[in-house]
T-cell receptor, first 110, second 116 residues
Framework: GEDVEQSLFLSVREGDSSVINCTYT??????LYWYKQEPGAGLQLLTY???NMDMKQDQRLTVLLNKKDKHLSLRIADTQTGDSAIYFC??????????WGAGTKLIIKP | ETGVTQTPRHLVMGMTNKKSLKCEQH?????MYWYKQSAKKPLELMFV???????ENNSVPSRFSPECPNSSHLFLHLHTLQPEDSALYLC???????????????FGPGTRLTVT
């Protein structure tokens, strides 16, 4: 079936780059998304990429898409304590539903 | 962001209780969703309403009963729950049920439910 997989935890030092990875199975995905969930809050759309792109940059965020390997990554440059959150990868499947990963908890070490 | 609100934020209930979760969106959206978020598991889509009509029911047990009286309000009625139903229940809304184009969903803060 359709599946989106991510590591559950990532620990980085403040100021370093964070790279959160995601793999998916549905090759017909149209859009892929990164959502951020801060403690005690709902999910917020962070960024997204259309499936015919391989890279998208938005300030400190860089999204890379390898469609052949069905691999999506989110790079956060100069990671700050405010970036501590759970990051969810999601894809739109062929029925236009969102299929979600389990989320990666980003832990920032001082 | 207060576009989607949920009440209560926390709920503790016994297995024989009946309670309801409420969601309200102030964004003028036409689609609303209930998700279940459990630790270390993907978000589970439970129900989808599009223009007040239920369009998805992902094999959710009948002890969860949704209600959508209008496109701004969504309820989740709970009765005879089990301890494994303890989770964060998230409500979301979008302009319409995800179709072609970007599928941006706006989420509420969730209700943390504990079943004892």
């Amino acid at each position: 079936g359709e599946d989106v997989e991510q590591s559950l935890f990532l620990s980085v030092r403040e100021g370093d780059s964070s790279v959160i990875n995601c793999t998916y199975t549905d090759s017909s995905s149209t859009y892929l998304y990164w959502y951020k969930q801060e403690p005690g809050a709902g999910l917020q759309l962070l960024t997204y990429i259309f499936s015919n792109m391989d890279m998208k940059q938005d300030q400190r965020l860089t999204v890379l898409l390898n469609k052949k390997d069905k691999h999506l990554s989110l790079r956060i440059a100069d990671t700050q304590t405010g970036d501590s959150a759970i990051y969810f990868c999601a894809e739109s499947n062929s029925n236009y539903q969102l299929i979600w990963g389990a989320g990666t908890k980003l832990i920032i070490k001082p | 962001e207060t576009g989607v609100t949920q009440t209560p934020r926390h709920l503790v209930m016994g297995m024989t209780n009946k309670k309801s979760l409420k969601c309200e969106q102030h964004l003028g959206h036409n689609a609303m969703y209930w998700y279940k978020q459990s630790a270390k598991k993907p978000l589970e889509l439970m129900f989808v309403y599009n223009f007040k009509e239920q369009t998805e029911n992902n094999s959710v047990p009948s002890r969860f009963s949704p209600e959508c009286p209008n496109s701004s309000h969504l309820f989740l009625h709970l009765h005879t729950l089990q301890p494994e139903d303890s989770a964060l229940y998230l409500c979301a809304s979008s302009q319409e049920k995800s179709g072609r184009g970007i599928s941006r969903q706006y989420f509420g803060p969730g209700t943390r439910l504990t079943v004892t």
